[in-house]
């Protein structure tokens, strides 16, 4: 279950159970039944959830203590399969011993393992880590006992109808003393955020300058040129242009043209490939090979790959020895029904393979015609220059006095760049992007509309009024209406709230953006956005609405007077603190320790293995799964967001010690997944960094609101007052940050750069300086992905893969002896390639 899934669902939960009338107390559950109000109620749901929870973890963390050794293929996956991770420390293979191995690997080993990227998101939870012990320690020694002397609070839950003094309570709450303290705490706090999150940022900063300006890669000194005029459409006239400039020399220039039949008839070739493998492997009954025992319980084969013994496009389809190999096999080979005449309604039967083969060859014949045509030029260009002080220097200049005419921007690693949205024309792509931003608008109201009615539907007075039997029987099985009130919202709105996240990724991917790179941020932002609204800031600003309609009463109210917010914010937050407190009980005890057994590559291998037919298929079964950056960063930001705003509340001790949980058990699974389990290939150079900043000074902003509108409630209106500088201030630093500690993280500094080593390149284009196989974590060579299949070769200059991609032989079932000859071969083409590099 995702973060996404478990927070809305106890959202609803929460709003069915914890539903709050004007006054800010809480509503009997049925109105004919006040008496069921247990005053250990809160507790004892803490005590459950943390049982519940802990019990979740603990078997999750044991069963992969176990399966880790067994399933090495899975859960050190990356580690077995890409040579950058080969430098990492093994793991042991006992129970507890790999843990004392994976802390003591350092953030330069990290960082030359794995990336910026992946090295950033670490940094981030150490810095959530370093401050919530901080917060944590003042909530326990100070925060707690104040509480506890005013108003008898140790910050467990209890409702409050059950607390017998609430007259005296309110009494003490408006004590000046007592209020004093939020004054002061919410200075304390906002001050150590900030500066632990600037000093968590100038290392960021250091350790970014210092590993980019020491890379000489065709990345770091290639801009992507955008807006070029009709007269400069040319290789010859943007290097002439580029060069005086004056501020240096260019290497090479690669003008984006439209590459659309060529793209067309590459993904066509994929498809034809895959359905000749296919006809060959049903012809010799290919036997996929046995387990060796450290895999998983389904069969894994090895990989068998097309021969790279050239990159001559004119090699046979199939080699001499693999006619041989199935020339005199006794099976009926293969056939495919071809419909034609009028209406299709005719048809004759051939053989598949011969068919196949001959749309492969015609096919082939179109692509070398295709690369041989000219085609015409797009507003796009990617420039590389030879030194990294003069590109640097480019995409930080103004260079046409012209709107939207020339802009200079950094390129993204050639591999990464999405090929296809290079000729799309930029009229389009606006329009594209802004079409998903309506959608987003869009779904963001309908999320809220869907959501807050159901809440209100489940809730037991409802279902009284409607069905008073149903209700009465409920009431005399609490088990019953447990399921009810928590396991049905649970039930629907994880099905809709587990789509979410995929469905902002698949719109992220139709805004036309020029690569994965920039996709995955894209994805960041709405993810989170989609977290922040409406499974916190929604359910908390409104959740004082009994129903549908009070929510819009309260949006009324809002535009009526801005004071509104503040005050419903901190009313329904002093009512969500148990559900807080329990969310992340669940999301840091219960779940964490699951991402580490990968249930999701467990669920789909079988599904995988049941639809793989060739070698192929079998192959890329092992592929290691994915690790997303915009699927587990915004989860991050809104627990750390909840842990700050609850900074201060009776609960903030409860709150900050499991949220601290929360993020070293983070931190630990992450670093294993980056490091040893799964792939990350979009590497934007920890881009992320000041959106993660950003969005945390968002949060800063709501949490001194949530304390003006605190001491607003409790007629503390000079209290209220004092901490309207510090929001103003927060505002001023949030600007002042991204103007001075942003472009630090987007750009090489030239006094960083290191002038001392060389920056030049082979700058040819033929297949073998181009193209290679994995090697080591490289900037310039990211997988090639075309047609939505991940190649094995990797793209080292800015070239459109479509141009040169050598057309492969097919990958057909081979003796053992043949396979491993071939396995050999393609190590030896890896070795050479690596020199090349």
Same mark, same amino acid.
């Given at each position: 279950?995702?973060?996404?899934?478990?927070?809305?669902?106890?959202?609803?939960?929460?709003?069915?159970?914890?539903?709050?009338?004007?006054?800010?107390?809480?509503?009997?559950?049925?109105?004919?039944?006040?008496?069921?109000?247990?005053?250990?109620?809160?507790?004892?749901?803490?005590?459950?959830?943390?049982?519940?929870?802990?019990?979740?973890?603990?078997?999750?963390?044991?069963?992969?203590?176990?399966?880790?050794?067994?399933?090495?293929?899975?859960?050190?996956?990356?580690?077995?399969?890409?040579?950058?991770?080969?430098?990492?420390?093994?793991?042991?293979?006992?129970?507890?011993?790999?843990?004392?191995?994976?802390?003591?690997?350092?953030?330069?080993?990290?960082?030359?393992?794995?990336?910026?990227?992946?090295?950033?998101?670490?940094?981030?939870?150490?810095?959530?880590?370093?401050?919530?012990?901080?917060?944590?320690?003042?909530?326990?020694?100070?925060?707690?006992?104040?509480?506890?002397?005013?108003?008898?609070?140790?910050?467990?839950?209890?409702?409050?109808?059950?607390?017998?003094?609430?007259?005296?309570?309110?009494?003490?709450?408006?004590?000046?003393?007592?209020?004093?303290?939020?004054?002061?705490?919410?200075?304390?706090?906002?001050?150590?955020?900030?500066?632990?999150?600037?000093?968590?940022?100038?290392?960021?900063?250091?350790?970014?300058?210092?590993?980019?300006?020491?890379?000489?890669?065709?990345?770091?000194?290639?801009?992507?040129?955008?807006?070029?005029?009709?007269?400069?459409?040319?290789?010859?006239?943007?290097?002439?242009?580029?060069?005086?400039?004056?501020?240096?020399?260019?290497?090479?220039?690669?003008?984006?043209?439209?590459?659309?039949?060529?793209?067309?008839?590459?993904?066509?070739?994929?498809?034809?490939?895959?359905?000749?493998?296919?006809?060959?492997?049903?012809?010799?009954?290919?036997?996929?090979?046995?387990?060796?025992?450290?895999?998983?319980?389904?069969?894994?084969?090895?990989?068998?790959?097309?021969?790279?013994?050239?990159?001559?496009?004119?090699?046979?389809?199939?080699?001499?020895?693999?006619?041989?190999?199935?020339?005199?096999?006794?099976?009926?080979?293969?056939?495919?029904?071809?419909?034609?005449?009028?209406?299709?309604?005719?048809?004759?039967?051939?053989?598949?393979?011969?068919?196949?083969?001959?749309?492969?060859?015609?096919?082939?014949?179109?692509?070398?015609?295709?690369?041989?045509?000219?085609?015409?030029?797009?507003?796009?260009?990617?420039?590389?220059?030879?030194?990294?002080?003069?590109?640097?220097?480019?995409?930080?200049?103004?260079?046409?006095?012209?709107?939207?005419?020339?802009?200079?921007?950094?390129?993204?690693?050639?591999?990464?760049?999405?090929?296809?949205?290079?000729?799309?024309?930029?009229?389009?792509?606006?329009?594209?992007?802004?079409?998903?931003?309506?959608?987003?608008?869009?779904?963001?109201?309908?999320?809220?509309?869907?959501?807050?009615?159901?809440?209100?539907?489940?809730?037991?007075?409802?279902?009284?009024?409607?069905?008073?039997?149903?209700?009465?029987?409920?009431?005399?099985?609490?088990?019953?209406?447990?399921?009810?009130?928590?396991?049905?919202?649970?039930?629907? /709105?994880?099905? #809709?709230?587990?789509?979410? @996240?995929?469905? =902002?990724?698949? $719109? *992220? &991917?139709?805004?036309?953006?020029?690569?994965?790179?920039?996709?995955?941020?894209?994805?960041?932002?709405?993810?989170?956005?989609?977290?922040?609204?409406?499974?916190?800031?929604?359910?908390?600003?409104?959740?004082?609405?009994?129903?549908?309609?009070?929510?819009?009463?309260?949006?009324?109210?809002?535009?009526?007077?801005?004071?509104?917010?503040?005050?419903?914010?901190?009313?329904?937050?002093?009512?969500?603190?148990?559900?807080?407190?329990?969310?992340?009980?669940?999301?840091?005890?219960?779940?964490?320790?699951?991402?580490?057994?990968?249930?999701?590559?467990?669920?789909?291998?079988? /599904?995988?293995? #049941?639809?793989?037919?060739? @070698?192929?298929? =079998?192959?890329? $079964? *092992? &592929?290691?799964?994915?690790?997303?950056?915009?699927?587990?960063?915004?989860?991050?930001?809104?627990?750390?967001?909840?842990?700050?705003?609850?900074?201060?509340?009776?609960?903030?001790?409860?709150?900050?010690?499991?949220?601290?949980?929360?993020?070293?058990?983070?931190?630990?699974?992450?670093?294993?997944?980056?490091?040893?389990?799964?792939?990350?290939?979009?590497?934007?150079?920890?881009?992320?960094?000041?959106?993660?900043?950003?969005?945390?000074?968002?949060?800063?902003?709501?949490?001194?609101?949530?304390?003006?509108?605190?001491?607003?409630?409790?007629?503390?209106?000079?209290?209220?007052?004092?901490?309207?500088?510090?929001?103003?201030?927060?505002?001023?630093?949030?600007?002042?940050?991204?103007?001075?500690?942003?472009?630090?993280?987007?750009?090489?500094?030239?006094?960083?750069?290191?002038?001392?080593?060389?920056?030049?390149?082979?700058?040819?284009?033929?297949?073998?300086?181009?193209?290679?196989?994995?090697?080591?974590?490289?900037?310039?060579?990211?997988?090639?992905?075309?047609?939505?299949?991940?190649?094995?070769?990797?793209?080292?200059?800015?070239?459109?893969?479509?141009?040169?991609?050598?057309?492969?032989?097919?990958?057909?079932?081979?003796?053992?002896?043949?396979?491993?000859?071939?396995?050999?071969?393609?190590?030896?083409?890896?070795?050479?390639?690596?020199?090349?590099?």
């Amino acid at each position: 279950m995702s973060f996404t899934e478990s927070a809305a669902a106890a959202m609803l939960t929460v709003a069915t159970a914890v539903m709050v009338d004007e006054t800010g107390k809480p509503t009997p559950t049925h109105p004919h039944r006040p008496d069921l109000v247990d005053p250990r109620k809160g507790q004892r749901d803490l005590y459950t959830q943390f049982v519940i929870s802990f019990a979740l973890g603990l078997g999750a963390f044991l069963s992969f203590c176990v399966l880790r050794p067994k399933w090495a293929e899975l859960y050190a996956a990356r580690r077995h399969q890409r040579r950058v991770a080969k430098q990492l420390p093994e793991l042991p293979d006992s129970f507890f011993g790999w843990m004392p191995v994976l802390y003591r690997i350092t953030d330069e080993e990290v960082l030359e393992s794995a990336g910026l990227d992946a090295y950033f998101l670490l940094s981030f939870l150490q810095f959530a880590i370093r401050f919530l012990s901080a917060v944590f320690v003042f909530a326990a020694v100070i925060i707690l006992p104040v509480h506890y002397a005013y108003i008898r609070d140790l910050g467990i839950p209890v409702p409050k109808s059950s607390t017998g003094n609430e007259d005296q309570n309110k009494d003490l709450m408006s004590d000046p003393n007592y209020l004093s303290m939020y004054v002061i705490f919410t200075y304390i706090f906002s001050g150590l955020a900030i500066y632990l999150l600037l000093q968590e940022t100038t290392v960021v900063i250091r350790t970014r300058q210092r590993y980019l300006g020491s890379q000489t890669s065709t990345t770091d000194r290639t801009i992507r040129l955008s807006g070029i005029p009709d007269d400069l459409k040319s290789e010859e006239k943007i290097k002439e242009f580029m060069e005086g400039l004056q501020v240096g020399k260019v290497e090479s220039v690669t003008l984006c043209r439209v590459w659309q039949e060529l793209d067309i008839l590459i993904d066509e070739r994929l498809k034809v490939l895959r359905n000749l493998e296919w006809a060959w492997t049903r012809h010799v009954e290919y036997k996929r090979s046995k387990g060796d025992g450290n895999n998983l319980p389904m069969t894994r084969p090895q990989p068998c790959g097309a021969s790279l013994r050239s990159y001559d496009e004119q090699s046979q389809l199939l080699s001499e020895s693999d006619r041989d190999h199935v020339a005199d096999y006794a099976r009926r080979r293969p056939t495919i029904r071809l419909w034609y005449g009028p209406l299709r309604l005719r048809y004759k039967t051939v053989d598949m393979i011969d068919y196949y083969e001959e749309k492969l060859r015609r096919i082939d014949e179109k692509i070398e015609n295709a690369r041989q045509k000219e085609y015409p030029p797009t507003n796009l260009a990617f420039v590389t220059m030879e030194s990294l002080a003069a590109a640097q220097m480019v995409v930080q200049a103004v260079l046409d006095p012209h709107p939207m005419q020339l802009l200079a921007r950094l390129a993204p690693a050639p591999a990464d760049i999405i090929w296809k949205n290079t000729y799309v024309p930029r009229s389009r792509r606006m329009m594209q992007s802004w079409l998903i931003t309506g959608a987003i608008a869009f779904l963001t109201i309908f999320w809220s509309v869907l959501l807050i009615p159901f809440a209100s539907l489940l809730e037991l007075e409802t279902i009284h009024k409607a069905f008073p039997a149903l209700a009465d029987a409920l009431y005399r099985n609490p088990i019953a209406k447990s399921l009810v009130q928590t396991g049905l919202p649970t039930l629907v /709105i994880s099905l #809709l709230t587990v789509v979410v @996240p995929h469905l =902002y990724t698949w $719109l *992220s &991917n139709l805004q036309g953006m020029m690569s994965r790179g920039d996709v995955e941020l894209s994805v960041i932002s709405k993810n989170f956005f989609f977290s922040f609204f409406n499974l916190f800031l929604l359910f908390t600003v409104f959740g004082t609405a009994t129903n549908f309609y009070g929510l819009w009463q309260n949006l009324q109210d809002a535009f009526k007077d801005t004071t509104t917010i503040a005050r419903a914010l901190a009313q329904s937050l002093e009512g969500l603190s148990p559900f807080y407190i329990n969310l992340i009980v669940l999301q840091g005890v219960g779940l964490f320790p699951f991402r580490l057994l990968e249930f999701g590559s467990v669920a789909m291998y079988p /599904i995988n293995y #049941l639809w793989a037919r060739t @070698p192929r298929d =079998y192959s890329e $079964l *092992s &592929n290691p799964p994915t690790f997303s950056y915009g699927h587990s960063i915004p989860q991050t930001i809104l627990v750390l967001i909840i842990c700050v705003v609850y900074s201060i509340f009776p609960s903030s001790w409860l709150i900050c010690f499991f949220g601290l949980v929360y993020f070293i058990v983070a931190k630990f699974v992450y670093k294993y997944q980056l490091l040893y389990a799964m792939d990350h290939q979009q590497h934007s150079t920890g881009r992320a960094w000041p959106m993660i900043c950003n969005r945390f000074f968002v949060g800063l902003m709501l949490f001194q609101l949530a304390m003006i509108g605190v001491l607003a409630l409790r007629k503390a209106i000079l209290f209220s007052l004092l901490l309207v500088p510090l929001l103003a201030a927060t505002v001023w630093f949030t600007y002042f940050f991204s103007q001075t500690y942003e472009p630090l993280t987007k750009f090489i500094a030239l006094k960083s750069i290191d002038r001392s080593r060389s920056g030049g390149a082979d700058v040819s284009t033929s297949p073998s300086s181009v193209l290679s196989p994995p090697s080591a974590l490289h900037r310039d060579a990211f997988p090639i992905l075309i047609g939505g299949q991940e190649l094995q070769l990797r793209l080292k200059k800015y070239v459109n893969p479509s141009l040169i991609l050598p057309l492969d032989d097919a990958w057909l079932p081979r003796h053992p002896a043949s396979h491993e000859h071939l396995q050999n071969e393609f190590e030896t083409h890896h070795e050479s390639n690596d020199l090349s590099v």
